[in-house]
Structure formats: C-alpha cells, structure tokens
C-alpha cells in the first residue's frame, strides 16, 4: 500500500470515530492546510491532524499549537499505528 492510500485509509477511519462521538465531519481532501478534518458539533468543533505511525515534525506540531482558534474549538492529533484499532489521540 502507498504512503497516499494508507493516509487515506487513517484519515476515513478518524472521520468515522468522530461521527460516533457525535460530529459532521468534513474531509480536507488535497489541501496544504494544518488539518485534515474538521468536525462540527451543536456545541464546538474540532479540528484534526492524522498521521500514521509516527507524530507531527516539531516544527509542524508548533504551526498547530499556533494555529488561532476560539475558545470552543479542540486541536487534536491522531496517530495511527500499525495494527493498532484506536489512534493516539493528543490534544494540543
């Protein structure tokens, strides 16, 4: 499987895990933006970065930290592992 196609695969399996807890979730498919997801709930939203097998480069997890969003949002970061059923989830 290609590096694309397993990024993929992670970011649905995400998206799936948020619409149980609740959100519509959109995909951001193809941008050069901070985050993959983004998941809309009638009290907050959330806004996701996937990644598999190993967590954000230091100098992208601080473009997340820094990323300006208001006090009703969540940052989170999803680290799927292989063979692993639930991503590590950080929040940041």
């Given at each position: 499987?290609?590096?694309g196609a397993?990024g993929?695969r992670?970011?649905?399996?995400?998206?799936?895990?948020?619409?149980?807890?609740?959100?519509?979730v959109?995909r951001?498919a193809?941008?050069?933006?901070?985050?993959d997801?983004?998941?809309?709930?009638?009290?907050?939203?959330?806004?996701?970065?996937?990644?598999?097998?190993?967590?954000?480069?230091?100098?992208?997890?601080?473009a997340?930290?820094d990323?300006?969003?208001?006090?009703?949002?969540?940052?989170l970061?999803?680290?799927w592992?292989?063979?692993?059923r639930l991503?590590?989830?950080t929040?940041?």
């Amino acid at each position: 499987m290609n590096c694309g196609a397993k990024g993929r695969r992670n970011e649905w399996r995400s998206r799936r895990l948020l619409e149980a807890a609740g959100y519509s979730v959109t995909r951001a498919a193809g941008s050069l933006g901070c985050w993959d997801l983004i998941g809309v709930s009638a009290t907050d939203f959330i806004l996701v970065q996937v990644k598999s097998n190993r967590p954000p480069s230091p100098a992208e997890r601080e473009a997340l930290a820094d990323f300006a969003v208001p006090s009703n949002c969540k940052r989170l970061i999803h680290v799927w592992r292989d063979r692993e059923r639930l991503p590590r989830v950080t929040e940041l």
